[in-house]
């Protein structure tokens, strides 16, 4: 509680892009009050979800996906954007493909820049390119590798040819230190699993040696027991789930929201075609509100379909399917900052502290741990 009347606090202050709407909006997800609600400060825009790669996991990847594949239309994105622009304060341009598979993918994250938004994205990598990056002003850029070794990397990302990222990413660094003005925080991931945990180490040894903004190790997800038992860490602090329930043959987080979801009151996904969605954890498209290319976003936002599925999540979250493995993504930040230097950061539920290697000499101020905790 603490934390969150700090955060409030910063807010009011601050008053970043969407201010009001967030606070407005949570109040409204704190007393369970599905609408009306003020528009969303936070968007999820999926540019494919097609991609080269076939990770195991991930529903495109594997070929599970149950809705067809395509391609972001241009000229109905930008005209989203004219409409959402004045109220949508972060924008993340990924969802289940790789972006930038897209041929218009650099100047629609220019577009969206264009109109004050905050433009996050997440690549595998392979299909990187440097000038288009920094030509799009995209604020953050993650590239997420699978191991420290060809080998390594693709056990899991399957196709993806880790000399290939490598080269994208050195090329990127490059090409952002020809333009010191560049808006662009680049990042690297570490999705750690069975196969790859022991090169933690190396791995953020790497990351600080090339130059980027932030090292992001990441617990892994998976769908099933049986990707668990093949996938998940030997050391049981990079889980997300209940080691307990999974013993049992149960798989669950390790943290299960309680008729409680403040990102479902100030966040949604907008799949290539328009339809809309609760959130990521909706890869099928099997809670769809409308569509933002036939109607406007703001009669979907405030319309019955999506009022009814905020109504489960305050009552009966336990029976909504996509609920079932997420432990609820809180609330969504503003006004971002660059990190100053070097930063390494958990993405996890557990409250163990990463292992630094010394050799780094990490101090506490460029050390972020993101846990069950930090959620309001």
């Given at each position: ?214 090292a992001n190790v990441i617990d892994p997800c998976v ?100 609920c079932e493995l997420c432990s609820g993504y809180g ?46």
């Open positions: 509680m603490k934390q969150y009347l700090s955060r409030i606090l910063t807010l009011v202050k601050r008053k970043p892009k969407g201010w009001k709407a967030l606070l407005y909006n949570t109040a409204m997800a704190k007393a369970g009050v599905a609408g009306p609600l003020m528009m969303p400060v936070h968007l999820t825009i999926e540019p494919t979800n097609l991609c080269n790669a076939r990770c195991p996991v991930c529903e495109t990847g594997n070929g599970s996906m149950e809705r067809a594949g395509g391609m972001l239309d241009e000229r109905l994105y930008r005209r989203l954007i004219d409409e959402v622009g004045p109220t949508t304060a972060i924008l993340m341009f990924y969802f289940m493909g790789e972006p930038f598979l897209h041929r218009q993918s650099y100047d629609m994250i220019r577009y969206a820049r264009s109109k004050d938004m905050y433009v996050e994205t997440c690549t595998n990598g392979d299909y990187a390119d440097a000038k288009g990056i920094v030509y799009s002003d995209v604020n953050e850029v993650s590239f997420q590798i699978g191991g420290m070794t060809a080998e390594t990397h693709r056990v899991y990302r399957v196709r993806s040819d880790l000399d290939r990222v490598r080269k994208n990413l050195y090329d990127l660094l490059d090409e952002r230190r020809k333009h010191p003005d560049s808006n662009v925080q680049i990042n690297v991931g570490f999705i750690v699993m069975r196969h790859n945990e022991h090169q933690v180490p190396d791995f953020l040894r790497w990351a600080k040696e090339i130059g980027v903004d932030r769908r099933t027991v049986s990707q668990g038992h093949e996938m998940l860490p030997t050391d049981r602090k990079y889980w997300f789930y209940d080691e307990e329930a999974f013993e049992r043959g149960v798989l669950r987080p390790k943290v299960v929201p309680s008729n409680e979801c403040t990102w479902i009151w100030n966040s949604t996904t907008i799949n290539w075609d328009g339809t809309v969605v609760p959130c990521c954890r909706d890869p099928h498209g099997k809670h769809v509100f409308g569509n933002a290319f036939e109607r406007p976003l703001r009669q979907i936002w405030n319309d019955e379909p999506i009022k009814r599925f905020r109504r489960r999540i305050a009552s009966a979250q336990n029976q909504v399917d996509i609330v969504p930040p503003l006004g971002r900052e660059k990190p100053m230097s070097f930063d390494i950061q958990r993405l996890s539920l557990d409250h163990h502290s990463l292992d630094i290697p010394e050799d780094l000499n990490p101090r506490h101020d460029l050390i972020q741990v993101t846990s069950s905790s930090s959620k309001p």
